[in-house]
C-alpha cells in the first residue's frame, strides 16, 4: 500500500499529462484513507469519501472507489452540497469552489473525525487537515497534523514523510 502512495506522489503526471487531476487526487483521497486511523466510534460499515461542493471529479472518484476496501470497510463516495450533511463522512474533500465558505466549513466541523481535504490557499493553516497543491506542475499535498490530532485523527509517519507539514488554524 504504501508502495502505491509513494508511486502516486512521486510519480504524479504533470498536471498536463495523460492522467487528469482529479484522478490523480481521487487516487490519493482513497489512499489517505489507508493511512490515517480514526475513533473507532467515528467508524461506521463503510469508509465514506464526500465531496463538498461542485464536484471537479465526475465519475472518476466513483470509478477510483468501486469495490475497494480499507481494513474491512468498503469504500464510499458520496456528494453533499451543505457542510450540515457531511454527518459519517469520514474524509470530506472541500472543492475548491467552496473557497468563500471554508471558514464556516472549517468552524462547522472543528473536533469532528472528519479529514477535511481542500485544494484552496492556505487551507491546511487554517484548520484543513490535508491540502491538496501544485509544484512543478504535479499534485503534492501539505499537512497540518496539529489539526489532525484535534479532531482525534492519526496521520500515519509513512504519509507525513510524503508530505509538506505546515502549521495553523
Keep these: 500500500m504504501l508502495a502505491a502512495l509513494v508511486a502516486a506522489a512521486l510519480l504524479a503526471p504533470s498536471l498536463s499529462g495523460a492522467v487528469s487531476e482529479y484522478s490523480v487526487k481521487a487516487a490519493f483521497l482513497l489512499n489517505f484513507g489507508k493511512y490515517v486511523e480514526w475513533p473507532e466510534a467515528a467508524l461506521g460499515n463503510a469508509l465514506d469519501i464526500c465531496v463538498l461542493g461542485r464536484d471537479p471529479f465526475g465519475s472518476t472518484l466513483d470509478e477510483t472507489v468501486a469495490g475497494r476496501t480499507v481494513g474491512n470497510r468498503d469504500v464510499k463516495a458520496r456528494r ?83 508530505a509538506t507539514i505546515v502549521e495553523g488554524g
Design 80 to 162: 453533499v452540497s451543505d457542510v450540515s450533511q457531511a454527518g459519517g463522512c469520514n474524509i470530506l474533500f472541500v472543492s475548491r469552489g467552496e473557497q468563500a465558505h471554508v471558514d464556516a466549513v472549517l468552524a462547522n466541523l472543528a473536533g469532528s473525525p472528519v479529514l477535511l481535504v481542500g485544494e484552496q490557499d492556505r487551507f491546511a493553516r487554517l484548520g484543513g487537515m490535508i491540502n491538496f497543491v501544485e509544484v512543478d506542475q504535479k499534485v503534492r499535498f501539505e499537512i497540518n497534523e496539529a489539526a489532525a490530532k484535534k479532531a482525534g485523527l492519526k496521520i500515519s509517519s509513512q504519509l507525513l514523510k510524503l
